[in-house]
């Protein structure tokens, strides 16, 4: 039996209020082992992206069958206004089917894919808005640099195809070694590990000086042009695996649109185990920073591309690169 009508049958609802949106999923099932740290690392996260965001950024967290204490967390970021969606999944359904189906259920036309245990720095949300104006065809790009990371970056290199024959620029002129350490650091990797990589060279496009190539712990994208490509059925890899390329890398190179990094680190990988001195000065950089107005609305949403090469060409074209030594 109904009563009466429901009030809010010709209400209109303003769905265009943000044009951006960053998804975290976030899996710490326990606070034992390799997750001991895990749910402080993440509320650092969650203070820095909220601390360096605008009005135009909403923020959503899918939480892959986590435990009470970090859903409750969770909870009161919605109760405290910080985050405008979350989703609780009872058990861990894998980190590319979490972003996906949150990508496919947002509004906003730029999505910024981030793990749950960066340190978002002041003008990272900046730098992404810009790196997407100054370079019209840029479709997914990473505010870390990643120098000689050219995995499922074809459509970038063949599209600059000068500039890889004849333009390559040494990484210690564009990039900090201390950028590079720490994010090596963090993944495990040395010192020797980051001076091999600071002594390479890069491919860059634009007056920026944005690296060709790209990783995926941070990155934004345009959503749109990706979900052509991407598999219609669920990934079945919990996280890492080659999942990421299945249902990010490969999809999003098949866009024809340019993968690129900046070469100043905008974001901050910190891996399972919480730095505090480093944390405690960061924040202290923070105190006072409030991200000025601009709106992702302002970029242009549909980009004329052309895709003359059909994609397989592509990838073999890079490979003969690779094995003539041209790319390295």
């Given amino acids: 039996m109904r009563i009466g009508s429901n009030p809010n049958s010709h209400k209109v609802v303003d769905i265009s209020t943000t044009s951006h949106r960053v998804i975290i999923p976030v899996y710490i099932p326990n606070a034992e082992g390799y997750f001991k740290d895990a749910l402080n690392v993440f509320k650092v996260c969650i203070n820095s992206l909220v601390a360096t965001i605008n009005s135009d950024t909403a923020i959503s967290i899918v939480s892959n069958g986590s435990s009470a204490e970090v859903n409750e967390y969770i909870y009161s970021l919605c109760r405290d206004g910080k985050v405008d969606r979350a989703v609780f999944n009872n058990e861990n359904v894998g980190k590319m089917n979490a972003v996906i189906a949150e990508t496919r259920a947002s509004f906003e036309e ?3 894919y981030s793990d749950a245990d960066v ?4 003008g990272w949300l900046k730098q992404t808005f810009a790196m997407f104006q100054n370079v019209s065809k840029a479709g997914f790009v990473s505010m870390n640099p990643t120098p000689g990371n050219y995995t499922h970056a ?3 290199l063949i599209k600059n195809l000068f500039a890889v024959l004849f333009e390559r620029k040494k990484t210690s002129t564009i990039c900090d070694f201390s950028d590079l350490e720490h994010f090596h650091k963090s993944t495990g990797q ?3 590990f980051t001076e091999k990589k600071f002594q390479s060279y890069v491919f860059c496009v634009s007056e920026e000086n944005y690296i060709i190539g790209a990783g995926h712990f941070c990155c934004s994208i345009r959503k749109t042009p990706i979900l052509k490509y991407v598999p219609k059925e669920k990934c079945n890899i919990a996280v890492s695996g080659g999942s990421e390329s299945i249902y ?4 999003f190179d098949k866009t024809g649109l340019f993968r690129l990094s900046s070469p100043k680190a905008y974001v ?3 891996g399972n185990v919480l730095e505090k001195d480093w944390v405690i000065k960061k924040n202290e950089e923070l105190e006072g920073f409030t991200e000025e107005s601009f709106s992702f609305h302002n970029l242009k949403k549909d980009v004329f591309n052309i895709n003359l090469l059909p994609y397989s060409v592509k990838i073999f074209l890079v490979k003969v690169l690779k094995k003539l030594k041209i790319i390295i």
């Fill in 248 to 251: 990010l890398d490969i999809p």
């Fill in 154 to 156: 074809d459509s970038t």
């Fill in 110 to 112: 730029f999505v910024t």
């Fill in 268 to 270: 901050w990988h910190m």
């Fill in 119 to 122: 340190f978002f720095d002041k």
């Fill in 190 to 192: 040395n010192s020797s």
